[in-house]
């Protein structure tokens, strides 16, 4: 049941583009003021040797804090980069080939917009966690919103841990807290003075 859940966890989203004279150091601030479960890596360059050496900088960061590192897309950069799995951004067509290549141990997570098809199907296919946004009205996507009714079926029908990601504000985790596992925080948080006190701000109704 939704109400016996505990307070949701941090699923930390890495900006776009990072500045790795800052960035690691900015993180480190976050994970040490506020528990992250887990840190997405989502780098909106394909550029190999950009996504290596941010990578690098910040699974140092994640490891020594003992948060998992995932990243977005890039399977085939998984182990060798030593990260700990992958984020999916095309529902559940890709997760049964991810959970191929990369092994039962490995985080595989499906980013399904607000379908429940697709979050079932991801689930069935492979994946540890689907994830659900935008939760409230963004200048990404094409408007379709994931409803809190969604969020509401997924907790009472399905044990799979879910993430609500997209437009969080202090009142969508209020109003979400009971039927999400996790919260993905990314945007935001990063354009703030201070992420870490942005994000417990942000949080302050969750618990």
């Keep these: 049941m939704a109400d016996d859940r505990d307070a949701p966890q941090i699923y930390l989203i890495t900006p776009p583009a990072v500045e790795l004279s800052s960035f690691p150091g900015i993180l480190a601030n976050v994970l040490d003021a506020v528990d992250v479960a887990c840190i997405r890596l989502a780098l909106a360059s394909g550029e190999e040797r950009e996504v290596s050496q941010a990578a690098d900088a910040l699974r140092e960061v994640a490891h020594a804090r003992d948060v998992a590192l995932v990243i977005e897309r890039h399977v085939q950069m998984v182990e060798r980069l030593g990260l700990d799995g992958v984020h999916l951004t095309d529902g559940p067509r890709s997760v049964r080939a991810a959970r191929k290549a990369l092994g039962e ?103």
Excluded at 178 to 197: Q, R
Aim: aromatic share 8%.
């Design 105 to 207: 141990d490995a985080i595989v997570g499906a980013y399904c917009g607000a379908s429940r098809h697709d979050g079932m199907s991801a689930g069935e296919a492979g994946a540890d966690y689907v994830s659900f946004g935008p939760v409230s009205t963004t200048s990404l996507g094409d408007g379709t919103l994931a409803e809190d009714e969604l969020f509401g079926w997924w907790s009472e029908m399905i044990e799979l841990p879910v993430v609500a990601e997209g437009g969080l504000s202090a009142g969508r985790v209020t109003a979400l807290a009971g039927v999400t596992d996790f919260f993905g925080v990314g945007a935001e948080i990063w354009g703030e003075d201070d992420p870490a006190a942005a994000l417990k701000s942000l949080l302050a109704g969750a618990g």
